[in-house]
């Protein structure tokens, strides 16, 4: 009997599957229109490389290679389904949120397709680039106007190259009048200057264009089970374990006062919406913040918390609680305790 075709298994037989055996590609897909449409705006510009776009584990370009991986969980609705099951949220499941990515991505592929990188002025505008990685935890300064704001998580503050290419993506979005968007901000002498380098290589063919060997990069041939158990992990992070003083506070109610409902169980049947609403005003991911609130599930059983009988659902206090936890490590690189 012939086995039924990969989109159509159940979640626990597709996750033996590799990546590789889905033959997964852009062309043919919903995506292609998107990347046309990346080409058709750097077209506009008067930019002749178009980067070539691949499917890849996440976003991303290649150390020295002017190509862009697309994040293979978008290519086909079945596995957009179970990312969101596995990560609770799909980056760039939107054409807005795509585009917003791709042309971030497409930045780095210019700088290094032109070498941008090497120009003096470029390091004295976004300052010296290194090979050493963009920071998973840095400690952005969200009021400052000496960025561009672009994607989440203030992430041009991360790193030279990041800065870079948030000011570019900022500049090829069209209907935007960044001029008047940034303007008083220091940031716009940065999209002044990428407008200029532009122009300058306008009409121009890239004059580095190294082949993108998929062998090289064989970042794809692994298991599903494989790639989400390595995410999860990265994106569990090294949160440490919440404060019982704090718990305690939120939960005060005695467990033998009539009817008084187990903290752990209110948190269970509120966890969506709290984790949406720490999500909404920290920006962090939602499975980091999901396991957050299943630790301090756990802690609340461990600790027997309750909520006093007749109290008022502590909604507000619990998300402001776990956000200023989120927004304090997102912004030190370390927990602080509330006061």
């Not at 626990?12 to 590799?18: F, Q, R, T």
Request: proline content about 6%; glycine content about 6%.
């Amino acid at each position: 009997m012939e086995s039924p075709p990969w989109h159509e298994l159940d979640d626990e037989l597709l996750l033996e599957k590799k990546i590789t055996q889905l033959g997964l590609t852009l062309t043919g897909t919903p995506l292609q229109a998107h990347v046309q449409q990346l080409h058709d705006e750097l077209t506009q510009k008067g930019l002749t490389f178009h980067p070539p776009c691949l499917v890849g584990d996440e976003w991303f370009v290649p150390v020295g290679i002017p190509a862009i991986c697309v994040p293979f969980f978008l290519v086909h609705e079945r596995l957009r389904k179970l990312e969101a099951k596995m990560m609770l949220e799909v980056e760039g499941d939107t054409p807005e949120w795509f585009m917003r990515l791709i042309r971030h991505e497409a930045a780095h592929a210019y700088a290094y397709a032109y070498q941008l990188f090497r120009k003096r002025k470029w390091q004295r505008v976004f300052g010296k680039t290194s090979a050493d990685n963009t920071p998973e935890f840095y400690r952005p300064r969200p009021y400052s106007h000496s960025y561009v704001v672009h994607l989440d998580g203030w992430y041009a503050q991360s790193h030279p190259d990041e800065d870079f290419a948030e000011t570019f993506a900022v500049w090829l979005t069209p209907g935007l009048d960044w001029r008047e968007r940034f303007k008083g901000w220091k940031a716009l002498q940065k999209l002044e200057y990428v407008d200029e380098l532009m122009r300058s290589i306008a009409g121009q063919l890239p004059p580095y264009q190294p082949a993108f060997r998929e062998k090289d990069f064989n970042c794809l041939n692994i298991k599903l089970k494989t790639y989400y158990a390595r995410k999860r992990k990265q994106n569990e992070d090294t949160y440490p374990d919440f404060y019982d003083r704090d718990l305690r506070q939120l939960f005060a109610g005695a467990p033998e006062a009539g009817e008084a409902k187990k903290a752990s169980v209110y948190l269970r049947q509120r966890r969506r919406h709290l984790r949406d609403a720490v999500c909404e005003a920290t920006n962090e991911k939602k499975y980091r913040v999901h396991k957050l609130l299943s630790r301090l599930i756990d802690r609340c059983d461990q600790l027997g918390l309750h909520l006093g009988p007749g109290d008022a659902l502590p909604d507000m206090p619990v998300a402001a609680y776990i956000t200023t936890l989120v927004m304090n490590y997102l912004f030190t690189g370390k927990f602080k305790r509330t006061k």
